[in-house]
Each structure stands twice: as C-alpha cells, then as structure tokens.
DNA sequence: GATAAAACCGCAAAAAGATGCATATATTCA
DNA sequence: TGAATATATGCATCTTTTTGCGGTTTTATC
C-alpha cells in the first residue's frame, strides 16, 4: 500500500467517523502504529485532521460558535480577571449565563483544573474547549432569548447541589433593591443557584450599578462577593461596601 | 513494445486501479524498473498521473482526497432535506448530536413547530435559532470529544421520556453488525434514545454503509428508517431493503 | 502518584529514486 | 541504402525515502 493511499484512507476515515484510533489504523492496514503516528502527524501539519493521543479528530466536527459583538466587551475582560482569581482547583463552580460569563470562560488559566456546572449554552460551549474543566450541563427546556435552561428540572437539579462558588452574570444591581432581572424564568435558576453555592459572586459592569428590573432575584445579603471593572475603591461602590458585601 | 504503447498501457492500468506500482508494471511488461520511472516521470509532468514514492496514482483518486471543511456536506444536506419530511408539527423529536444532525437543524422549515429534545450542544444552538421549535436539552456530563451529555443522569432521564421520532447520527451502519460507534458514552446515550422513540431514524452518507465500529449500539431490526443520499432504489441499498427497514 | 498506553528518538534495513554511462534501437538525410 | 545522429533502455552505483523495532520519555487515567 502506497503511502498516499494510506494518507487518504485515513482522511476517509477520520471524516467518515469523526475520529479515529491508531491502534485501528495499524491494525486495518497492517503497518506498525509508528507509521500511522507518522502519517497522522504529517497531515496534521497540512491541517487535514487534529492529531490527539491516540489517534486523530475530524477537522469538520469541532464548529465553534461566532463570538459576535459584545458590548463593553473591555471591560467585561477586566471583570473576567478578577474572577478568575476565586477559582482554585477541584472547586465546583455554577454559573449563569450572559456575555460577562463567557468573558470569564475565555479568560480561564488552561492548567485551572476545576468542574463548572452550568445551565447556559454558551457558556457551557466555551467550557469544553478548555483541556481541564469538567463541564456538567443542567439540561431542560432552553429558553431563546437567554440561552439558557429553564424550568422546573433545573431548580429541582440545582436543589441537590452543593458548590464552591456561583458566578451570577448581573442584569441589574442596586443597593436598597438587590439584584434584579426581567425574565421570570432566568429569575427562578438563579435563585436556586445562589441556594446552591457557599459564595455569591456577581460579576457587574458598573453601568449596571444602581439600575433595577422589575423582577427580584435577591437581596445584596445574599451576595458575598461583587465584581466590577474599577477599583474597588472607587467611590460608586462605596454604598455597596458599606453592605458587607466584599468588593473586587 | 513501444515507448507509446507502454505509456497508453499505463494510463489505462492507472485509471482502471487508481494505482499502480513500478514493480508490477515493470514485470508486466517486461522492462526495467528505471523505464517505468522516466515513464511515470514523463507523464506526471504532463498531468496524467500523480507520481508517489513506489508507484502512480489517478489524478481522480487524488482529487477525492482534497477536504471540504465538513466531509460530504451536499450528502448531508439532501439527507437533511429527506428527513425534514418525517417531522410534523406538534412532534416531540429526539436528536443525537453530529455533523449531519447539524444540518437537519438547519435545513429545518421555519414554520415547523415542533419540541426537540436533544443531548447536542451544537444541535441545540441551531434549534435555538428557529423561531417555533421549543427546544429540551438533556442535560449531565458534557463529553467534550463528542459535545454531548453523557452519563447516567441523561440515560435515566431519557427513560422517562416517549418521543415520537428519534434521528441518530449515523457513525457506523452494516446490515449483519447494525449500527456501531466508538464511544462508550455515546453508545449508552444512542441506546436510551431508541428505547424512548417510536420511530428511529437513521441518517447516514453512503460512504458510511457496509462499515463498522466497535462498539454496538443496536441491530439494524431496531431502525425504522434508514436515510441516505442516493435514490432508495440504488442497489448499495438493497440489503438494508430486504432487512424490511423503510428506506428514504 | 502509580501504571499502562502512546509518543518520541535513533537506528538500520529494505525499497525506491537519481545519475552516469554503455549499449541498443530508431530516425534522418545524403 | 547506409552512415550519422538522436533517442531509448538497462545496468551499476550512490542517495533518499520509508518503515519497523528497541529503548526511553511523555501522557492520560484512575
């Protein structure tokens, strides 16, 4: 067997099965696996397929969601940092949905080691493109406009949880009215997720500070932790220190 | 023989087997390896064959392996394009997860209005994009090789659920050793959804006929429908007739 | 952190390719 | 026709490519 033809049975075969394992390989064609290795390897470099331990992936099977624009995404960023740091390995991290979250999944250090529990598509997308982090999705009915499960099998999941830490990407936020939101659904997960979690951490752009929605998620008391893109002794967030809530 | 003939001997050698070897044809015809060579030379500069190490290959052959960023993806949207004649409204429509299972989404009719439950993240990303499909994620482990649930909690979740119709991504299909695939996880997932359908669907290019995997996931008995891009009539498909599978 | 699988490295053998040259065959032109 | 010339072929030799194998290192997974 010629070996462009072996090439292209690969190639064949990868596209065919979305991936393939090399001990296969060798075994189909009857060559050693270093030879397959080598194959794959070069390949590889022409981009044709994604070498992995062991064998090889579709290049077609791995679509990424388009990041489209994202407002204040600077800013987001920042916030994105700062959370970053509360993460420590083995935790188990619950999060909402919205673009702050993402933000914060890109901004994930790849040796982190940790499992996120999510209810948000998005999110949850960026999560498995990490090399360390588990990902556990709480599946029900998706909601459209957040992208995100709702419903009562996701409350009812998140009743049975325990986590770490719970990062809330914040509609709205104001001292005397607490966190707010406008979507009935989206309202009643993170209410059970803030149930479910030792720290409440709300990650806010400040041009969210002092605005409320019409519906409650909860009081600032329930926070323990708030998050910006200033510093925390900016004096916009003095009203919310004052709360006890620790601020970053 | 004539330096003319050998060549047109050749030629017609290389596009009847899409390869041939200097050895063979250098006993073929009873000359030495040397003229083979300056022969295959001779005409690879003049674009009839493609010259590798050892041998030739048709230009054909060659051009079969040049990669579309999804494989086979106009096979994949008649298969698409079939499907969408199964569902109708007010169906409640499992789905796998896989490349041509993307298509299926998108190929989706906008007025369609129908619930699909389904365990890929991709998948569910398009479903969320149709303006009248209520979409269900089962929801557990993200398994980030296949970007589906896996796991226990998606299985026994999936027990409890009676859908009418069940669409699988096809890895593997063959009429003695039914459907196959090369993941465990995956395997458990297929399996629930079968159980939980009325009709199973399965959706597979041609190329993916008559291959195997392997690990099992169910007799060919169990399916339904078998969806692929040629005419059903087409004689590849014959034998998964003659198992009294409907075939599309 | 232990363990097994996979990847890597270097080497050597086998196969294939290139090159120079001698010889054989074909072509041309007087 | 036949000598001169051009082309083609085979062979010996050397170089390059390809491949498998043993030993070591790295990687995944529990």
Redesign the pocket.
């Known amino acids: 067997?010629?070996?462009k033809e072996?090439q292209s049975f690969i190639l064949r075969q990868v596209n065919l099965h979305n991936k393939v394992?090399?001990?296969d390989l060798s075994q189909e064609m009857?060559?050693?696996?270093?030879?397959i290795?080598?194959?794959l390897?070069e390949m590889a470099q022409q981009d044709k397929l994604i070498?992995?331990?062991?064998?090889a992936l579709s290049k077609s099977f791995h679509l990424s969601i388009a990041s489209d624009h994202v407002y204040a995404l600077n800013s987001k960023k920042l916030i994105a940092m700062k959370a970053c740091r509360l993460i420590k390995d083995g935790m188990f991290v619950l999060t909402t949905g919205g673009t702050t979250i993402i933000e914060l999944a890109k901004a994930l250090p790849p040796e982190l080691s940790a499992t996120f529990i999510t209810v948000s598509l998005p999110a949850a997308y960026e999560y498995i493109h990490h090399p360390n982090i588990e990902v556990i999705f709480l599946g029900d009915r998706i909601s459209k406009n957040s992208q995100i499960s709702i419903g009562g099998g996701v409350v009812s999941k998140l009743n049975g949880i325990k986590a770490d830490l719970c990062f809330l990407g914040t509609n709205a936020i104001d001292v005397k009215h607490g966190l707010t939101d406008n979507d009935w659904d989206v309202v009643e997960v993170k209410k059970a997720m803030i149930e479910a979690s030792d720290r409440v951490v709300s990650l806010s752009i400040t041009e969210k500070l002092n605005t409320t929605q019409r519906i409650k998620v909860c009081d600032l008391s329930k926070l323990t932790t708030l998050i910006t893109e200033v510093d925390p002794q900016d004096q916009l967030l003095i009203p919310y220190r004052e709360t006890g809530i620790e601020v970053l």
Chains 1, 2 share one sequence.
């Open positions: 067997m010629l070996k072996r394992l090399s001990v009857d060559v050693s696996e270093d030879t290795r080598r194959d390897n070498k992995v331990h062991g064998g």
